[in-house]
């Protein structure tokens, strides 16, 4: 079993920046894949990058590559995800996701947060 509190959403500017955390508790979380996943409104869920249990393999969507970065810390039981260059069609509820394989559906992750609004606007 793993619980997930994400962290760090807030409002910015376009062309600003963000960290999101996401702390997980649990003694088993550096065994599980992780990742994120956003919904804007009347939008479905999808994924925005994951990380393999080690932390040495990571995936981005397309839309976020270069700009977003995912990683890790396995001592502290929490994933981040560094948002750069952000723009306006970033805006979303951000979750995290735990689960054994590392994948981009979300039907693979078993754990999630409850999510953290993001919001890209002048």
């Known amino acids: 079993q793993v619980h997930l509190v994400e962290s760090g959403g807030g409002l910015v500017q376009p062309g600003g920046s963000l960290r999101l955390s996401c702390a997980a508790s649990?003694?088993?979380?550096?065994?599980?894949?992780m990742a994120w996943f956003r919904q804007a409104p009347e939008k479905g869920r999808e994924f925005v990058a994951s990380i393999g249990a080690s932390g040495s393999i990571t995936n981005y969507a397309s839309s976020v590559k270069g700009r977003l970065t995912i990683s890790r810390d396995n001592f502290k039981n929490t994933m981040y995800l560094q948002m750069n260059s952000l723009k306006p069609e970033d805006t979303a509820v951000y979750y995290c996701?735990?689960?054994?394989?590392?994948?981009?559906?979300?039907?693979?992750?078993?754990?999630w947060g409850q999510g953290t609004q993001v919001t890209v606007s002048s």
């Open positions: 649990g003694r088993s979380f550096s065994t599980y894949a």
């Open positions: 996701a735990a689960g054994r394989y590392m994948t981009t559906f979300r039907n693979d992750y078993d754990y």
